[in-house]
């Protein structure tokens, strides 16, 4: 059997996106910056794209950027901040993407910026009370924290912060790669600068994601050679991307409620299954707070062994694909920065499992089994 629960990492495409695609390789392909019939079609696709998912967000059209992916929507945000608005000191957190970290640090190593970082609490939820501290200390400072984590699943209040960002005059961007279609961001209300999406967390193609920008945030680009993208990001649009991006937006809103209930009912499972099953596991950050965590993630500690390092090899060979990892080592930068963190023991191994709304119990139940036999085999 062969089991894929890395969804976390990337999402199978869905058929019916692949569907919407399909013509804008083939009858759909002119270059929407010509001005000839063939490009104003494609123009039209674009900004039809554009429209759905502002109107999926609630925001203007005018404040939805296509670009490559989250990376470099993180990036965009980031840097262009920086330098377009003369910003000296960046609030973060340790469990940030490193999108996002190491943008902020390459920049703290040129000189350009200052960065401080939001104490953890417990199972690394941020301390809010320190936030604001940093906040009042460091007047227009730029505020880059994720909606939801990649490795733990742990949720953020982005309103909440975004209110503090506006209290302190600071630009707030958040990295809202895992969260963008399994919760609503309505972000006529949300007090936000920038969020992110990428088409392929969402069964979407990969090489493309947006970038919202508040229309009262102004930033310089930081893709320069064209005009595109009304001059905030020059190269050709990526045409076929942007239909899948756009329509598997619009199918992750219609179905949200649905998978939800779906996935968070296999996440139950898997922990009720491992606690059975497993012995000595634990769940890192909040992963295990249905509460408190992203529905389709599931961070679970592993009982110290020297065959460890094998874990993920040896689950491969049963047909079940994760992902995984330890705390780094002292002196080494091998290891999951965000397990460091939160002080997770670097000794005991790590597996995130990440579901789908394609993920069926069946699955479920022989990762489990799986998971079982290698360690209660040792």
Not at 171 to 182: E, L, N, R
Not at 195 to 203: F, M, N, P, R, T
Request: proline share 3%; net charge negative.
């Amino acid at each position: 059997m062969k089991v894929y629960l890395d969804n976390s990492a990337t999402t199978p495409v869905d058929p019916k996106v692949l569907e919407a695609m399909m013509p804008y390789f083939t009858e759909v392909f002119g270059n929407p910056s010509s001005i000839h019939s063939h490009g104003r079609e494609a123009r039209s696709v674009v900004e039809r794209s554009r429209k759905k998912i502002a109107e999926l967000l609630n925001t203007s059209p005018a404040e939805i950027f296509f670009t490559s992916g989250g990376t470099e929507a993180d990036n965009t945000a980031i840097v262009s901040t920086v330098r377009s608005q003369s910003v000296r000191v960046a609030i973060t957190s340790a469990l940030e993407h490193h999108a996002v970290l190491h943008t902020l640090q390459a920049l703290e190593r040129a000189g350009e910026v200052k960065v401080q970082y939001v104490r953890l609490l417990e199972d690394g939820a941020l301390d809010m009370v320190h936030l604001e501290e940093l906040l009042k200390a460091n007047p227009r400072s730029l505020v880059s924290l994720m909606h939801a984590n990649n490795e733990l699943g742990n949720l953020n209040d982005i309103h909440r912060i975004g209110l503090l960002c506006r209290a302190h005059d600071a630009v707030f961007h958040s990295d809202t790669v895992q969260a963008m279609g399994k919760y609503v961001h309505d972000l006529s209300q949300l007090p936000v600068d920038f969020v992110v999406g990428a088409a392929h967390k969402i069964y979407g193609p990969k090489g493309v994601g947006f970038l919202y920008i508040n229309h009262e945030t102004k930033i310089n680009p930081l893709i320069y050679g064209g005009a595109q993208e009304r001059n905030m990001r020059g190269g050709t649009e990526n045409l076929a991307g942007i239909v899948g991006l756009s329509t598997a937006l619009e199918l992750a809103y219609a179905g949200m409620e649905s998978n939800r209930r779906h996935i968070e009912a296999l996440k139950v499972l898997l922990i009720d299954q491992l606690k059975e099953k497993v012995s000595g596991v634990t769940f890192n950050g909040l992963s295990s707070d249905l509460s408190q965590s992203l529905y389709s993630v599931v961070n679970v500690g592993i009982p110290e062994s020297e065959e460890n390092d094998m874990l993920l090899f040896n689950l491969d060979i049963k047909g079940v694909s994760v992902s995984g990892g330890s705390a780094c080592s002292s002196g080494s930068s091998i290891g999951s920065h965000v397990l460091e963190a939160i002080g997770s023991d670097p000794n005991r191994g790590a597996i995130r499992f990440s579901f789908s709304k394609f993920t069926t119990k069946q699955e479920v139940v022989y990762a489990v089994e799986a998971l079982a036999d290698i360690i209660n085999g040792r």
